[in-house]
């Protein structure tokens, strides 16, 4: 059973198009974390939802839009798609957030490389 | 939120312990300290965590100092799929670092 996983793994697509990619997690965790990790491979947080409420939201453009259904899924859709956004998209999931312990542990999907043409 | 400090790379021979080390000097008294790694092309992997005390699990072992203020993963018998990026976090921190760039070479 795939713990934290993600659809599209590639999307290719032009400048200008809205797409969305799809996060769902099936190890009953609280919190869920969208990041993207460009050419340079630093890997930066864009968002975060704790019970589908937003608790984290980085210096990110708003064509950028996270959308939490449930405390299971976490959908990442972007406007307007420019060059700059080409990146691998992954997310994330953790039992809990902000106390520094265990509950923090981390738990990734495999990521969506997006290409924007 | 406490900054870690990591070399940027290192070798290591296959089936040769690996010790890859992680300055966190301002960490505070109740962060815990976490070691991801990424292999090529994959989403981090967790490896491991810990407080005050010297951890072990299947997949490696990781060793605190008594300051807490640095710490070091060890890989036992290092493979070469152990090559990856190896990332040190403290506390809440959710920036990853460059990390340290792990060759494991036959």
């Known amino acids: 059973d795939t713990a934290v996983s993600q659809t599209p793994k590639y999307l290719v697509t032009q400048m200008g198009n809205d797409k969305s990619i799809k996060c769902e997690q099936n190890l009953g965790h609280d919190t869920m974390y969208w990041y993207k990790q460009d050419s340079k491979k630093f890997l930066k947080i864009m968002f975060s939802?704790?019970?589908?409420?937003?608790?984290i939201n980085e210096t990110v453009p708003n064509r950028f839009s996270p959308k939490s259904p449930d405390k299971a899924h976490l959908n990442l859709h972007i406007n307007s798609l420019e060059l700059g956004d080409s990146a691998v998209y992954f997310c994330?999931?953790?039992?809990?957030f902000g106390r520094g312990g265990p509950a923090d542990t981390q738990y990734f999907g495999p990521g969506t490389r997006l290409t924007v043409l | 939120d406490a900054k870690t400090t990591q070399p940027t790379s290192m070798d290591c021979a296959e089936g040769r312990a690996a010790n890859l080390p992680c300055n966190h000097s301002?960490?505070?008294?109740?962060?815990?300290v976490y070691w991801y790694r990424q292999i090529h092309s994959q989403g981090p992997q967790y490896i491991i965590h810990?407080?005050?005390n010297n951890e072990t699990n299947e997949m490696a072992s990781l060793i605190i100092t008594e300051d807490r203020k640095s710490s070091t993963l060890i890989l036992p018998h290092a493979t070469l799929r152990d090559t990856a990026v190896y990332y040190c976090i403290v506390g809440g921190k959710l920036s990853f670092g460059a990390g340290t760039t792990v060759t494991v070479r036959a």
């Open positions: 301002t960490i505070s008294g109740n962060e815990y």
């Open positions: 810990g407080l005050k």
């Open positions: 994330a999931s953790s039992q809990d």
């Open positions: 939802y704790n019970n589908k409420e937003l608790i």
